[in-house]
Structures are given as C-alpha cells and as structure tokens.
C-alpha cells in the first residue's frame, strides 16, 4: 500500500513538473506584451485590436498598451512589462533609437523581442522584425505620381511638387522617402517636376524636411508656409507625403488655401495607411490616394512568429534589415494602393472598413442592370483557380442584380466558340471571357460586336480583334518577376552566391499570350545569372524569352509537364540532381513535382528543387505544405471578380469604366485594369490564404 502512494504521489508531481513547463514564469498562460505607439491614428488601433483578437485565439494571454506618442511612457510601458515577466515583446516604437536600455534589460531576462512595423535601432536585442516592405511603400507613390501625369507617357509639364518625410527619428521614414524619391530623381533632374522651395530634392534631405512624431499640426504649418511662400501666384500640381496623418493636415491647409475649385483644383496628394480619415477625402476628392498596408495580414504573421518562438520553431522570415548593430531576422509583406477607383472592393469588399465606418452607402443592387445577362465563359473545371473564378464573379454579378450564364469550355477551342455563338444567339448584354486560345476567337466576337454586345477578357487577353473592349488581369509581367526574384532570393544571389546551380525552364500554352509575359517577368529577372554561369540550363532550352513558345506546354497540362520533366531528368540529370525549375503555374508544377517525385526526390540526399507556380491551387498549397512545390504566385479571384464587376456596372451603365493602363492585342490597345499580385509559400500560407478566407484549414488537408 505504502509502494502504491508513493507511485501516486511521483507521478502527481512528474504531472506537476510537466504542466508547469507549458506555462509562463507569469501566470497560467504565455503572456505577449504588444505595445503601439499612439490611439490618435486609426492604423495603430487596427494593428493592436488585430493582433490582440489574433493572438487570443491562439490562447495567449496579452497585455496590449498604448503609449500617446511619449518616448518615455513607451519606456516605463516595456519596464513593467519585463518586470511582470512577459514571454514576447512585440512592439511598436515611437522613436526608434530610444529603446537600446530597456530592451537590454529584456534581453538579460531572455525575453525575445519582435520589432512592429518600426525598425529599433542601434541595439543587439531585437530579435526578428515584421513590417511591410518600405522602401516598396514609397516606390508605389512614386509610380502613382508618375502614372496619374502621364511621365512615363512623355508628359514634359513642368509640374510643381513639394516633398514631405515622416519622422527624423523613424528609420521607416528614410525607406519611404527613398523609394518614392528613386522613382521621381529622373523628372526632378530633367525639370519636368518642379520643387520650388529647393527643398526635399535628394534621399539625403530627408530628415531636413521631415515632421517630428507624424504630426498632422506639423505637416499642415510647413504647408501653410510653403504655400504662402512659394505658391501665392501658381498652383502647386503634387505634394508627396508619406503617410495619412500628414496627408490629412497637408489636406487642412489646401482647404484653408482655397483649393478644390475648378481654378484651383486639389493637387496629387499622396499617403500610407488607409486610415479611415484619409480614405474619407479620396472619396472627397482631396487625397488621391493611401498605400494599403493590411495589418490583418500584417498582425497574422506577428501571431505565426510569436508561436514559433514560444514553441522554440523556425520563426518565419524572408529577409533582414541593418539596424546599425545587427542584421535583424525580418518578415516584409506586400503593399499595394487604394485609391478613387479601387477604395470599394479593396477596403469595403473585403471586410477591412465597413460602408458606414466610411459614410458611404452600403453596395445594393444597380436598378439599371437588373434583368440584363453576362455571359461569363471560363476556360476549364479542370484547375481549382477557374472555378474560384467563376464562382466568385458569378456571386458579385447576382449580388448586384444580373443575371449569369457561367459555362466551361472543358479546354476546348471548339466548344468555347460554340458557347459564345449561343450566348450571341440568346442576346446576353456583356460577355466576359477568359478565353482558352486567345488567338482563335476573332471570327464569333465579330458577331458579337455587330450585335453590339460588348466583350471584356478575363487574365488572358484575346489577340487579333477589335471586338475585346476591356481587359481585366493581374500584372501579369510582375507574376513572371516574383517567381524570378523569389528563385534569386532562395539561392542567395543577390548576396553573392556563385553556385553554379542547375535550373530548367517551362513556360505556359504557346497559345495563351499570357505565357509570353510570365516568362518574359521571370527571365528578365534570371538573365544576368544565366549568362554569367551561376545558372545553368543544361538542356540549352528556353535560355531567353524569345523561345518561350518552343518550351511551352500545350493547354497548361499537368501530364505534359510532367512527360517534359522526365525526359530532361533522364536526359541531363542521371548523375546529378537539379536545383531549380522555373514553373509559370500551379498545373505545370503538380506535374513536374510527379515526375521528381518518381525520380526519387524529396530525401536528404535529393531534395526538392525550387519549384515556382502561379495560382494557389489547392492541390499546390498542399505541395507547398509537403515541401514539394516552393512557392505559387496569388491572385485573389474575389478581387480580380470585384474589378469586373466594377467593370460591367460602368460598361452597361454609360459610365466611365476603371482603368489603370492598356495591353497591345496587335489590333488596338485594348483599355486595361491590372491588379497586383504577391506570393504565398510555407512560410506565409496561413496568414494569405487561411486568414484572409480565401481556403479554410480543412481545404488544405
């Protein structure tokens, strides 16, 4: 009896031992500290409320706290925080060269630090860093100014443009400015853009005219001045700002300057942030536009790097960033914009503002369209993406009053026709067609312009005819780059990895023309390394752009990918394995991962190549999750579907129809909307894919 307690009792506190182990030296759960720097910007309040709902749901204890823009409240925050024995800092600096103390007091209790959005500098104690990628923030405002003055079109103006920079001591603020101000140097010097006040005209003055704290009281007096002393007799035409809170006073003292006449009309006013208040004057006309930094995407890849450190995991990052000590472990997301255009399905569509949060109107069906019909024709059910496509533009269209033919060609030219002929025949208003050749359909579109119905493609542009009127894609080039620079980032080449490495080169259906510009996006990137030998194509082919069609795989079959990867792995790799293959989509990299996985990769001794895809096909993320595939560009279906929606309301209303450039079909430039896509791979699937709704954890499966 005496043996049988004692057994009870060891194993209580062998129990004891191990429940304790699972807990914080702070209380019964982990407790993460996430400090932001003010409530005074909306941004701020939706990164902390993000991160907080985010965090619990993982079932974290989190002490979330405000510090009204004071360095030494921040302070004295982080010294209780340690002192209450937190497991992870996340936090938000205000000044970021203020905190080497008192995070080496949490560094000498061993507790890690994540730096947010804000790099802290000068110190060896932080330990990872997430953010967007800044300098890419202000490259897009730098390219929105010269788009929206048509630069690039050969516009000489002059015109006048004044430059603001955030905080002198915000490290993010020099990225900002640098990125917009590389983007702009050329029309600067050339005198096509014109600062008048001399000031702000090279990244090295950045601090010069930069505005203490992000003040909107700042920004507007230097405004005021800038306008009574250089501006008293002209229009000023742009004025690049950084974020939305100078955005907001540079807006304050452009009201009170009178502008917002037909005389005087407001210039091109620039932001970051998409605070509410600033969407609220591009709605009004007085901002033009604020660079989109979704913090639920932002706040989800806080939540997975705080999870790996606490389970002692590989924290998730794609980068570094010199913060003058070390080279700290960094996680950068992708920016894109929001502007007049685009605010609706990029902000209220997808959940991140309501329509009342925004004081417009909540979507309600379009009187004039209802009881008309879009043809909607997709190429195959065959490949997951088409029939997100399809399902999610057939959903928008209903939800505002259309209705919906939505037929599959089941890749089949003659069956497409035949399906567009019918639609012609039944009067359908619109058609909107992602068609399978984009060289094969000039004959019954012909039809379908003397019937005046007009015709928007759908990803692939239809080439050869004057009757596709619009054309709706993702950037089709940039999906080519980010599987280019993605291939230079995993080797290293960029830091000076020589290797040589290995790579093969498949391309896209020779009749789909949107094959021509991933390649070209991927081998304009790749090209320096090929012919400099650090790549190496062994079988001699798809070395350039211009033999994309010779290395194409007809109908973007997975089988013919994978009978191509076959043969040059028995003809060019039996005695050594391949390091690379560039695959321009999901359907074409399932089927070469088949044929690695026959050649016996996937051990230590023959791992998986990087492998490259495009379209976040289910059955690809879960080759990403298996280690098979590296990564797959992502363009959001239900974003590309609110752009044609957006499209066939204007068309069928007489309205202007959004557009952000032109395609050449080798008959017309055809009026374009590109969207912007970015790339999922193991490190960020869950946070892109699940978060965001677009798969939920039981798709993936």
Known sequence: ???????????????????????????????????????????????????????????????????????????????????????????????????????????????????YDRLIMDTDAVDYYATFDNEKVGTIQGEYIVEMLGLADGEMGPFTMEVFAGSPD??????????????????????????????????????????????????????????????????????????????????????AAGYGSESKPYPILT?????????????????????????????????????????????????????????????????????????????VESGYYSADELGVEAAEPVEEVEGKTVGVLMPTKSLQRWNQDGDNMKTQLEEQGFAVDLQYADNDVAKQVTQIENMITKGVDLL?????????????????????????????????TDAVDYYATFDNEKVGTIQGEYIVEKLGLANGEMGPFTMEVFAG???????????????????????????????????????????????WKSEGAQARMDNLLSGYYADENIDVVLSPNDSLAQGIAASLDAAGYGSESKPYP????????????????????????????????????????AILTEQDVPVNGTYDNNVKDVPSYLCEPVFADIENYESLLIDSGYYSADDLK
């Open 432 to 464: 909107v067609v992602a068609s399978i050749d984009g060289g094969a359909l000039g004959g019954v579109l012909a039809d379908a312009k003397e019937e005046g119905i007009p015709v928007i493609a759908y990803d692939r542009l239809i080439m050869d």
């Open 610 to 649: 990087i492998l490259t895809g495009q379209d976040c096909d289910v059955n690809s993320v879960k080759n990403i999750i298996a280690g098979k595939q590296s990564m797959s560009v992502f363009k959001d279906t239900r974003t590309l579907a609110a752009q044609v929606v957006d499209m066939c309301i």
């Open 1 to 115: 009896m005496r043996r049988s307690i004692v057994t009870i009792l060891i194993a209580l506190l062998l129990l004891t031992a191990v429940f304790a182990g699972c807990q914080s030296s702070g209380g019964d759960k982990t407790v993460i500290g996430v400090l932001m720097p003010t409530k005074s910007l909306q941004r701020w309040n939706q990164d902390g409320d993000n991160m907080k709902t985010q965090l619990e749901a993982k079932g974290y204890e989190v002490d979330l706290q405000y510090a009204d823009n004071d360095v030494a409240k921040q302070v004295t925050q982080i010294e209780n925080m340690i002192t209450k024995g937190v497991d992870v800092l996340v936090v938000a600096s205000i000044d970021g060269g203020a905190l080497g103390g008192v995070l080496a007091d949490a560094k000498e209790d061993e507790i890690p630090v994540i730096a």
């Open 170 to 255: 915000d490290n993010n603020a020099k990225f900002f400015n640098k990125g917009a101000i590389d983007v702009l140097t050329p029309y600067i010097e050339s005198g096509v853009l014109v600062i008048k006040s001399g000031q702000g005209t090279t990244n090295d003055e950045w601090q010069d005219i930069g505005i203490m704290e992000w003040k909107s009281e700042g920004a507007q007096a230097r405004m005021d001045n800038l306008l009574s002393g250089y501006y008293a007799d002209e229009n000023i035409d742009v004025v690049l700002s950084p974020n939305d809170s100078l955005a907001q006073g540079i807006a304050a003292s452009l009201d």
């Open 509 to 555: 259906s020779p009749d789909d023309n949107n094959a021509k510009f991933f390649n070209k996006g991927a081998i304009d990137v790749l090209t320096p390394y090929i012919e400099s030998g650090v790549l190496v194509i062994k079988s001699g082919q798809g070395t350039t752009n211009d033999e994309w069609q010779d290395i194409g795989i007809m109908e």
């Open 271 to 347: 932001g970051q942030d998409c605070d509410v208040n600033s969407v609220k004057n591009i709605i009004a006309g007085k901002q033009s536009m604020s660079v989109f930094k979704d913090t639920r995407t932002l706040a989800a890849q806080v939540v997975d790097m705080v999870v790996a450190l606490v389970s002692g995991e590989t924290v998730p990052v794609n980068g570094e960033y010199d913060n003058n000590v070390k080279q700290v472990p960094s996680y950068l997301c992708e920016p894109v914009f929001a502007d007049i255009e685009n605010y609706e399905s990029l902000l």
